[in-house]
Structures are given as C-alpha cells and as structure tokens.
C-alpha cells in the first residue's frame, strides 16, 4: 500500500501541469488572432503609463481614467503575449458569468457562438471584463460597469431607484452612488479632455445604436428589472438607450436574459438559440 501513497499528489501534479500547459497553448495561439481594439488603443495606452504618458494622449482612447487599471496587469507582457493573454482571459470571463447565471447547457453554447460574443473576443475591448461589475456590490459594481456607460447606465439607473425603496432613501443613494459620482468628477477635473470627448464623440462607422428607436424596448426592461428587483434586465435595456454603441455590444442584453428569472416567460435554451441566429441573420443580411 505504501508503494501507492504519493499516486494521488502525483496525478494532482499531473493534472495541474497539463492544465497549466493548455492554458498555455491557448495564450500562444490566441496571440495570433487578428483585434480591433487592442493594438490600436490599449495596449499603446497601457505601455505609454509606464512611460508616464496621459491615456488621453492617445486619440481613440475614450474610457475613464480609472480603466487604465485593468490594462495594466497584460501590457507587463510583450505586445503579441498581452493579446492573447487578454482573449483567454475574456473568454474565461464569459465562462465564469455563464457560470454564475445557471445558465442551461444549449443557451451557454448559442451565447458563445453568437456573433456578438465572437465580435467581442476579435475586437479585444473591455466588455467581458466590465461585465464582472454586475457581480460586485453595487457601490464598487457601478465603478467597473460604468468603464462602458453603454454597458451600465441601466444598471446605475435601477441601483439609484433601488436605494430610494429602503427606509433611509437619500443615505443608501449616497452610498452607493458616492463612489461612482467621486471617481467621475476627478476624473473630469484631472483629465478634462476625457469629457470633451465624451461630448464631441465623432460619428463612427461602427455605430449599431437602436437609439430612439430601441427606447422603448429599453424601457420595457427596464420596468421588468424594477419589478423583478433584478439589476440583469437592467443590464439588458442599456443599449436600447445608448446613441452610440457597436454591434457586439449587444451582449450585453444577452447576458442581461441569461438570468433565470427569464424562465418565467420563455425557456432560455430556446430564447438564445433564437438570439445567435437572429443576430447571425441580421449580420449576414446588414454586413455589419
């Protein structure tokens, strides 16, 4: 029996190292895949802080400043190695919110096969990462979700209304908006060109934005998220009010109806297997 007490550390060991070397592969091949965002904004942003330049040196780079920190952790790699390393994290982090929203094992698969969650992988942007906000606690939650104001601002418009249910209307708003509210107005005071961008943002020809017409799509969820007290259908109805947003931004209403309590009026296998080929049909037909 003795011969075979380390067998169980031995196929951990085994296991963790092949696990390791997968995960390896996958960063290497990853660093092949052409991106939109990534080379052209945010790895030069995110290399240029190390050389103490402004993010706002860069003409294309609209987030907050305090974005900045979740560029900083890739661009300590080479260039092509930051990318890749960015893709699988992003994956990863679709995975660990399909994880945390139950979601069934056909509505999963048709979520990441939809067009809409590929175009945010190629693109290399923030979204995936933006999205683990909605996990958080709502005051810090706010902070990471409103990097993309097209991502969020459902989620801190049912936040503010949420607070002012409770009992200590004005006291629960402050606290959970305060950090939000303190971070926006240093970063306009510090880096005003960020606010004139934001405000003057030129026309892109990326633009998919819905707006006005989606507005009452979006208002729709909007009152299912205030009447399920669910901040996901909020999450849902944002894009519906955003002038300018991308066509996988989109997403972010998917993730928004992964949420069980979708159930009680449509199965969510069946909802998102619609979704990937609606937005597939709409991509092919429109060329977006």
């Known amino acids: 029996m003795r011969r075979f007490a380390g067998v169980p550390k031995i ?6 190292a092949a696990g390791l070397s997968v995960i390896a592969i996958a960063v290497y091949l990853a660093s092949f895949v ?15 802080l190390f050389e103490g330049r402004s993010p706002y040196e860069h ?10 920190v979740l560029l900083m952790p890739f661009v300590l790699f080479p260039p092509a190695l930051a990318r890749g390393l960015v893709l699988v994290c992003s994956v990863a982090a679709l995975i660990y919110i399909l994880f945390r929203l139950r979601a069934p094992r056909l509505a999963a698969m048709a979520f990441l096969l939809s067009p809409t969650a590929i175009g945010s992988l190629l693109a290399a942007n923030l979204d995936a990462f933006v999205l683990l906000g909605a996990f958080l606690p709502p005051a810090w939650g706010l902070l990471i979700l409103m990097i993309k104001p097209q991502i969020g601002s459902g989620a801190a418009l049912y936040h503010l209304a949420e607070s002012l249910r409770t009992e200590r209307k004005i006291l629960t708003a402050v606290r959970t908006l305060a950090p939000l509210v303190i971070a926006y107005l240093l970063g306009g005071l510090l880096f005003p060109i960020w606010f004139e ?15 006005p017409y989606g507005i009452p799509l979006g208002m ?15 999450l849902a109805a944002t894009p519906f009010f955003s002038p300018y947003i991308t066509f996988y931004t989109y997403l972010v209403t998917q993730i928004g109806l992964l949420h069980e309590d979708v159930e009680a009026f449509v199965r969510r296998d069946r909802l998102h297997l619609f979704l990937c080929l609606f937005l597939w049909g709409i991509m092919l037909v429109f060329r977006l």
């Open 220 to 234: 729709l969820l909007l009152w299912l998220a205030l009447r399920k007290r669910n901040v996901f259908f909020a």
């Open 59 to 68: 003409p294309l780079y609209l987030n907050p400043p305090w974005a900045v």
């Open 11 to 16: 196929s951990r060991g085994l296991g963790y």
């Open 34 to 48: 052409p991106n939109a965002d990534w080379y052209g904004t945010y790895d030069p942003v995110g290399r240029g």
């Open 197 to 211: 961008r934001m405000i003057h943002k030129p026309e892109n020809v990326w633009n998919r934005s819905l707006f």
